[in-house]
């Protein structure tokens, strides 16, 4: 089992700057691919980046070039740096853990933490 803990989010004023970090516990395997999803008011879940074993990205168009994944010092950490905000990426934020190397691909999601961007 796996559990996964956003940080870093709250209230931030539109072109500026929030990094947000997701802590897992449990076991996590280098395999793993980790993700960022965000979820707007009255919207569907949508992806926002991930990360593979070999640092391979991949991001939601409307983030690309301002959003950045990376691994944290551990494999239990991932961050989202994400730069030059806008009221439009004001979510809750989700961090996702996917077992792709896995039959039934198992998915974990935390808990989610919110982001206001302000105009």
């Known amino acids: 089992q796996v559990q996964l803990v956003e940080s870093g989010g709250g209230l931030v004023q539109a072109g500026g700057s929030r990094q947000l970090s997701c802590t897992a516990s449990?076991?996590?395997?280098?395999?793993?691919?980790f993700g960022w999803y965000r979820q707007k008011s009255g919207e569907q879940r949508e992806l926002v980046a991930s990360?593979?074993?070999?640092?391979?990205?991949n991001y939601g168009s409307s983030v690309q070039g301002r959003f950045t994944i990376s691994r944290g010092d551990s494999q239990n950490t991932v961050n989202l740096q994400m730069n030059n905000l806008r009221p439009d990426d004001t979510a809750v934020y989700f961090c996702?853990?996917?077992?792709?190397?896995?039959?039934?691909?198992?998915?974990?999601w935390g808990q989610g933490i919110q982001v206001i961007v302000s105009s």
């Open positions: 996702h853990v996917n077992r792709v190397w896995l039959q039934n691909r198992p998915e974990y």
């Open positions: 990360i593979t074993r070999n640092s391979e990205t």
């Open positions: 449990g076991t996590i395997y280098v395999a793993d691919v």
